[in-house]
């Protein structure tokens, strides 16, 4: 008999209302927490609203996972309402202690689950999310279904250029020094997911034109190894810049999709209003 699985995943993915409805997926909010107390991405404020506080802060703000008790409630109302397990997509455990809360929620809430590291965020985590219903509707059981999930983690890519080395230094990411030089010289940073799941600066280059290029050229490596689709034009509340630059990559690329995503509140927090970056995921 086919099991009656949840998808659960969190706001890391920032997956659109559109989507959550049409397959039902219950998303945990992660936490963005100003000097008056912890806000709930998604549900306590709206982007928008995010940004103004962000810049009338005058406490840089941090990020937090789910509440402990807003896990188990989730994973108790699974149970009530006769799911017989979910499978939650997570953001990386390196950057969120939500994938390691997952099994002990679900645990106290007497309910089976099964928990993926996503080892990314964003676009990817959607496109994870759209494997497993696809392989969910052609009856595969629990077990092989995250088999196949966790199989293709590593054709998921993402490299951003963040806007602001300011908001990284206020954060702890970048120090005073180096914020200093790079502000004097131009410098931007170019970041990217490892394979391990953690942030890594993957270089450093000369002004915006430099930046964009080693992100495209990194999406060239890609598409020599195997085909890419789509491509999300991953941006933190700069949709202005991100459809430029999706005009500028179709003419490149006239084979891929682009489509201009929003990022997670919790990535602005650190990188910064007006950031842009490209995701995918090579099939």
């Known amino acids: 008999m086919t099991k009656k699985i949840a998808w659960v995943t969190d706001t ?156 990284l230094n206020k954060s702890g990411r970048v120090s005073g020094t180096a914020m200093f030089l790079s502000n004097l010289l131009n410098i931007k940073l170019v970041i990217e997911y490892n394979k391990e799941g953690g942030v890594e600066v993957a270089q450093k280059v000369r002004a915006d034109k430099r930046a964009k290029k080693a992100v495209i050229e990194k999406l060239q490596h890609a598409i020599q190894k195997s085909q890419v689709k789509e491509v999300a034009v991953i941006h933190c509340n700069n949709l202005a810049g991100a459809i430029e630059w999706k005009k500028e990559l179709e003419v490149q690329f006239p084979k891929i999709i682009f489509t201009p995503t929003p990022l997670s509140a919790c990535v602005g927090v650190h990188a910064g209003e007006g950031t842009l970056g490209l995701t995918w995921v090579r099939e």
Do not use: W
């Not at 008056?36 to 941090?62: C, Q, S, V």
């Not at 509440?67 to 109302?77: I, P, Q, R, S």
């Not at 699974?78 to 645990?107: F, N, R």
């Open 12 to 167: 890391a993915a920032l997956l659109s209302p559109d989507f959550i409805k049409k397959h039902n997926i219950h998303v945990l909010a992660l936490n963005i927490v100003f000097e008056e107390g912890a806000l709930r991405e998604t549900i306590d404020m709206t982007h928008d609203e995010f940004y103004d506080k962000l810049k009338n802060a005058k406490a840089h703000p941090k990020t937090s996972q789910p509440a402990f008790g807003e896990h188990v409630a989730l994973y108790e109302k699974l149970k009530q309402e006769g799911y017989d397990c979910a499978i939650a997509i997570h953001t990386s455990e390196q950057l969120s202690g939500t994938v390691l809360s997952a099994p002990m929620a679900a645990a106290q809430a007497g309910f089976r689950n099964y928990v993926i590291d996503a080892k990314i965020g964003s676009y990817p985590m959607q496109y994870m999310l759209e494997l497993g219903l696809e392989l969910e509707k052609e009856g595969l059981e629990p077990e092989e279904i995250v088999e196949k999930i966790e199989a293709m983690r590593g054709n998921a890519e993402l490299a951003f250029i963040p806007a602001s080395l300011e908001q």
